[in-house]
């Protein structure tokens, strides 16, 4: 079956202009994440989404972070007045509920000049 | 705080030698853990899990990893490394927040290169 997609596969942007990047999760999947990997680092957590539940934006970095679901499934990240320090691989994932297994998407690689 | 500590930031070593991975965490319940590994240009791929039962754990590529309590340890294992290998491995651990929400705690990585 389908995994996670991503779009774009990569995104060129100057710095200050705004950004969405889109997440398609596996279909039937209640959970769906947001990260972020900068050059040579870890998974930086950046929201989580659950069913219905409020979502968990704890790891959002600013208030030009935002993210949406749409009717429980596709997702949006937005970045608004994109700054250099901006450029990472941002991944998405899914899974059946919370605790469950974790599938990637091949992640938006953003490069803000 | 939940937290993941793998304290090894990169290893090397040679095709068909063993590989351990050490992956140590702080979590106050019994923890969900997981492995993940990244190979280059590919997305992240779970290796295994461990959430109860048996404290030696099968995953795939010939990996499996040993839960110890007693050390808050999870570390990876390979009894023979091959060149494919090379990649960057994931430790995590599952965490329940204040809003009942869980969400996966993540440690740095360890990137692993494997000699002919």
């Known amino acids: 079956g389908a995994g996670v997609s991503q779009s774009p596969s990569n995104k060129v942007t100057e710095k200050g202009k705004d950004v969405e990047l889109r997440c398609d999760p596996i279909?039937?999947?209640?959970?769906l994440y947001w990260y972020r990997q900068s050059l040579g680092q870890g998974l930086e957590f950046l929201i989580y989404?659950?069913?219905?539940?409020?979502?968990?934006k704890s790891g959002l970095p600013s208030d030009r972070f935002s993210a949406e679901r749409t009717g429980g499934s596709v997702s949006t990240l937005t970045i608004q007045r994109t700054q250099q320090e901006d450029s990472a691989v941002y991944l998405c994932?899914?899974?059946?509920?919370?605790?469950?297994?974790?599938?990637f998407g091949p992640g938006t690689r953003l490069l803000v000049l | 705080a939940q937290s993941v500590t793998q304290p090894d930031i990169h290893i090397t070593v040679s095709e068909g030698a063993s590989l351990e991975l050490r992956c140590n965490y702080s979590?106050?319940?019994?923890?969900?853990l997981f492995w993940y590994v990244q190979s280059p240009g590919q997305g992240l791929q779970l290796l295994l899990k461990?959430?109860?039962?048996d404290t030696l754990v099968q995953g795939i590529k010939g990996f499996e990893a040993e839960f110890k309590r007693s050390q808050s340890s999870f570390n990876l294992r390979k009894p023979s490394v091959h060149w494919s290998d090379a990649a960057e491995y994931f430790c995590?651990?599952?965490?329940?927040?204040?809003?009942?929400?869980?969400?996966?705690?993540w440690g740095l990585g360890t990137s692993l290169a494997v000699n002919p």
């Open positions: 994932a899914s899974s059946l509920e919370g605790l469950s297994t974790q599938y």
């Open positions: 279909s039937g999947h209640t959970a």
């Open positions: 989404f659950q069913g219905n539940s409020a979502p968990d």
């Open positions: 979590y106050g319940a019994t923890p969900y």
């Open positions: 461990y959430f109860s039962g």
């Open positions: 995590a651990v599952a965490a329940i927040n204040a809003g009942n929400n869980r969400k996966l705690i």
